[in-house]
Nanobody, 115 residues
């Protein structure tokens, strides 16, 4: 199985920046799609951004222009650069991956935006 470990979460003031990392246990070149998702208390989990094996990216409208997803194949790591964060970005952020017919999830990392 593919193991995913998120890191980089924490407490950040509105307008600040944060970079989340997702380290995969296997070569991410073999993983078709990787992405970041988030779930706030009382809300459904939502897609934040995804990146394909070809480097194509897509993101939710609420984060476009502020968040950037990227991948470093040599490090088997996917990143989410979060800039100009807002209080509504507060959530548990999960890394997800799809390889073949199987989906994998990380344990999540808490991101809290507060003054």
């Amino acid at each position: 199985q593919v193991q995913l470990v998120e890191s980089g979460g924490g407490l950040v003031q509105p307008g600040g920046s944060l970079r989340l990392s997702c380290a995969a246990s296997e070569n991410i070149v073999s993983i078709n799609v990787m992405g970041w998702y988030r779930q706030a208390p009382g809300k459904q989990r939502e897609l934040v951004a995804v990146i394909g094996s070809d480097g194509t990216t897509n993101g939710a409208d609420s984060v476009k222009g502020r968040f950037t997803i990227s991948r470093d194949n040599a490090k088997n790591t996917v990143y989410l650069q979060m800039n100009r964060v807002k209080p509504e970005d507060t959530a548990v952020y999960y890394c997800g991956a799809r390889r073949g017919l199987v989906d994998y999830w990380g344990q999540g990392t808490q991101v809290t935006i507060s003054s």
